[in-house]
C-alpha cells in the first residue's frame, strides 16, 4: 500500500455545530452546492442531542461557516477545532 506525503495529505477542521444533521446538509447544499459538498468533504463524526461534530476540508471552512450561518434554520457554530481532543476539551 502505497503512502500519501504530509503534504499531499488533506487537512482536517473539526466543527461543532448546534442542530440537526439533515439541516445542516442541507444548509451546506443550498449555499456552496454538490461541487462546493465535495471540496469540503464532509464527514459526520458524532451526533450527542442536539450537537454535530462536522469533520471538513480546512480549505472550505470559510464556506461551510458562512452556509451555516446564513442557514434559515437555529444552526449555530460553537466551536472549531484542528484536533478532536481540542473539541472535546470545550464539552467537559
Keep these: 500500500m502505497l503512502k500519501l506525503k504530509p503534504s499531499a495529505r488533506e487537512n482536517k477542521r ?20 454538490v461541487l462546493g459538498w465535495a471540496k469540503a468533504s464532509p464527514v459526520f463524526v458524532s451526533e ?5 461534530v462536522l469533520c471538513i476540508n480546512n480549505k ?21 477545532s484542528g484536533t478532536l481532543k481540542g473539541l472535546n476539551k470545550s464539552l467537559v
Excluded: C, M, Q
Excluded at 445542516?24 to 443550498?30: N, V
Design 60 to 80: 472550505a471552512l470559510n464556506n461551510v461557516k458562512a452556509a451555516l450561518s446564513l442557514a434559515k434554520n437555529e444552526l449555530k457554530v460553537l466551536r472549531v
Design 14 to 33: 473539526y466543527i461543532l455545530v448546534k442542530g440537526s444533521r439533515y439541516n445542516i446538509e442541507k444548509a451546506i447544499l443550498e449555499f456552496i452546492g
Design 48 to 52: 450527542v442531542a442536539d450537537e454535530v
